[in-house]
Structures are given as structure tokens and as C-alpha cells.
């Protein structure tokens, strides 16, 4: 009452010192805030709420051939990085087998370095006949001719680029060591790519090929959907509701008798967008559902909790 008096007769406030109304008018906005927060409500009611899949994928053929085994049938739970199925290895395999043997006959070659030692040795022996004859035409002029002096210059140079060649085509070799060795990870890789497997952890619900059939890359070969975690989605009041209310607790109960227990959930995505006609935002709540109580299609009603201040 103090405060609305205060409100009501704010002629009076001139009379008070500058000091003491300060504090009045700060000491009235608190009580104002305080006696609408009181009156907020700490949890809202969504109703009309939907259960969705969140995790769903078709799973493709990656590879190019016939479908030789399957492994799996609707129903089977299956986890993630499992073999559901098998495309025709044996083309994939020899050309495994061919860059096995094509990598082994590179790292031997880039290994060889046989001519490079024996040009090492031809330089080495060039090198001391030139310089011999060098020595001799020096002691004693004339000794040796020129033309022989100059032979002798060639063949250490000629041995020097031999030696030079010899170098160079042993990084050459490396080089198709290095080539040979990503030839053989894709030769792996395609044959891995004829074992098909599941993308995520989850149920199988459709096998949407037959044993023998020729398949293509992108062709769908099994859908899975994973029911451990599943959205409730429903529609509230944008007034009702904060867009930043990401991370509130919620709680879903179904609309069936035989799930009575409510489910745990997060709040996880509002809407931005209000609805011109009913003024309502999309709110989204990820459930967890690692028991299978919640099955996708189940309708109910949400109680998000907000979190106290």
C-alpha cells in the first residue's frame, strides 16, 4: 500500500530531499518487480503434443555391383557401424590383390640403390684418375697430353651426372612408392565399401532390396530408425513462452493409458516464427526413451518447468 500511495501521489515526492527519494523510487520498483515475478507461472502446459523421430536414415549401396548376402531382417536391432549387408567382392578384391603386388614391387625399387652406389664408384674412380694425370702434367710438364688431360675431365663430369641421374631416379621411384601406396588404401577402400553398415544404432524397419539384385551408389538398400531418443513437438502461446527457454526441463505424458509414467525431456528449439492467425510458436522437447516406453505417432501434453531464479 506504501507503494501505490507513493505512486498515487507523486506531487509529494517534490517535498522529500533528492537523496531520500531516490531511495523511495528505487525501493518501490523492487517491490513492483518482486509482486509481478511472484505472479509469473513457473511452469507452462503445451497440449495437443506429437512424438517424432528425431534419428531416421535410408541406408544406400556406396558401390557398384550385385547384392550377394543381407544380413539383417526388419525388426532386428542393429548398432552402429554394423555389416547389414554384403555387395559382390571378388572384381574389388583382385584389384586389392593388384595393388598389394604393385606396392611391394615400388617400396623394392625405391630400396634399390645398387646404381647409385656403383655411380658413386665410377665418380670416385674419374675423379682420382683426373686428378693423377693433373699431378703428373704438374711434376713433369708435358708428361701427359692435353687431349688426355681433357678425356679424363669428361669422364669424371659424365660420372658426376650419371651419379646425378642415378639420384634423381630413385626419388622418382619414391615418388611412385608414395603413388602406389595410395593406390593400394583405395583398392581397400572400395572393397570396404561393398560391406554395407549402419550409419547409427537403431531398429531396422524396411529392407528395400533382394538377394541378386544389381545395385548403384545411392540405390536404398534398408531404412533404420533410432527410437532411443525421441522430439515431442507441439504449439504454445508466444506470450506464454521465451525463445531463449532452450535447456528448460520438461516433462511428457502420453495421452495412452499404458504409458502413465511421465517422460523426462529438454527443451531444445522455439520457434522464432509466431503464427499471424493464433499467435502460437513451435516448441520442440527431446525426450529420452532408452527404456522404449515412447513409441513415434503417441500424442500427449507437455509441463515445461522454468528454472527458478
Known amino acids: 500500500m506504501v507503494m501505490i ?4 501521489n507523486r506531487m509529494r515526492m517534490k517535498d522529500l530531499p533528492p ?3 531516490t531511495s523511495v523510487v528505487l525501493w518501490s520498483t523492487l517491490c513492483w518487480n518482486s509482486l509481478i515475478s511472484s505472479h509469473q507461472p513457473t511452469s507452462l ?6 512424438v517424432r523421430l528425431i534419428d531416421q536414415v535410408d541406408v544406400p549401396a556406396q558401390s557398384l555391383g550385385v547384392l550377394s548376402e543381407i544380413k539383417i531382417q526388419e525388426g532386428d536391432r ?3 557401424k554394423q555389416i547389414l549387408g554384403e555387395l559382390d567382392p571378388q572384381e574389388a578384391q583382385l584389384l586389392l590383390d593388384q595393388a598389394v603386388a604393385q606396392q611391394a614391387i615400388a617400396a623394392q625399387q625405391a630400396s634399390d640403390d645398387v646404381a647409385v652406389r656403383a655411380a658413386k664408384l665410377s665418380v670416385a674412380y674419374a675423379t682420382d684418375e683426373h ?3 693433373a699431378k703428373a702434367n704438374q711434376d713433369q710438364p708435358r708428361s701427359v697430353s692435353e687431349s688426355e688431360l681433357a678425356k679424363s675431365k669428361q669422364a669424371m663430369e659424365q660420372a658426376l651426372l650419371d651419379l646425378e641421374k642415378q639420384q634423381n631416379e630413385i626419388k622418382l621411384k619414391k615418388l611412385q612408392w608414395d603413388r602406389s601406396k595410395s593406390e593400394l588404401a583405395i583398392a581397400q577402400r572400395n572393397l570396404a565399401l561393398r560391406s554395407v553398415t549402419a550409419p547409427l544404432t537403431g531398429v531396422v524397419v524396411s529392407v528395400l532390396r533382394r538377394l541378386g539384385e544389381w545395385v548403384k551408389p545411392g540405390d536404398k538398400l534398408f531404412r533404420i530408425v533410432s527410437i532411443d531418443r525421441l522430439r515431442a513437438e507441439g504449439f504454445a502461446q508466444s506470450a506464454s513462452i521465451d525463445v531463449n527457454a532452450q535447456g528448460a526441463k520438461a516433462l511428457f505424458l502420453s495421452d495412452e493409458e499404458s504409458t502413465a509414467t511421465p517422460i523426462e525431456g529438454t527443451v531444445v528449439f522455439v520457434s522464432p516464427e509466431v503464427d499471424p492467425v493464433n499467435g502460437q510458436v513451435r516448441v520442440w522437447v527431446d525426450l529420452d526413451n532408452r527404456l522404449g516406453k515412447l513409441k513415434p505417432g503417441m500424442r500427449g501434453s507437455l509441463k515445461i518447468n522454468w ?3
Do not use: E, G, T, W
Not at 500511495?5 to 498515487?8: E, I, K, R, T, Y
Open 45 to 50: 502446459d503445451v497440449q495437443s503434443v506429437i
Open 5 to 8: 500511495d507513493l505512486f498515487s
Open 78 to 80: 542393429v548398432k552402429a
Open 131 to 133: 686428378a693423377r694425370l
Open 307 to 309: 528454472p527458478a531464479n
Open 19 to 21: 537523496r531520500l527519494a
